[in-house]
């Protein structure tokens, strides 16, 4: 069946860096457009980043355009999500997603950002 494994989640201070991974099996990956997404507590879940098949376009929220870089290496089924100059406001559980014929979702991973 289809998995999605993000990792990377972790307690950091504001202006920190971080890498958020999805691993992703039982699907063609390379077929997926992959997506980052981000669930606040008390907030509903919004869209963050997401990256074509390729790999050569990109797109993000306004929120973090400038600061958070989706990138893919299909070798390796994997869609990466990197954050900079990260905020309190940042603080919330990534998911990965991913959207061809259907969408699959990952368990999410929590990121929280100290000020």
């Known amino acids: 069946q289809v998995q999605l494994v993000e990792s990377g989640g972790r307690l950091v201070h504001a202006g920190d860096s971080l890498r958020l991974s999805c691993a992703a099996s039982?699907?063609?990956?390379?077929?997926?457009?992959m997506n980052w997404f981000r669930q606040a507590p008390g907030k509903e879940r919004e869209f963050v980043a997401r990256i074509t098949q390729s790999g050569s376009g990109t797109s993000y929220a306004d929120s973090v355009k400038g600061r958070f870089s989706i990138s893919r290496d299909n070798a390796k089924n994997t869609v990466y999500l990197q954050m900079n100059s990260l905020k309190p406001e940042d603080t919330a559980v990534y998911y990965c997603a991913a959207r061809f014929a259907n969408t699959y979702w990952g368990q999410g991973t929590q990121v929280t950002v100290s000020s």
């Open positions: 039982g699907l063609t990956f390379s077929a997926y457009i």
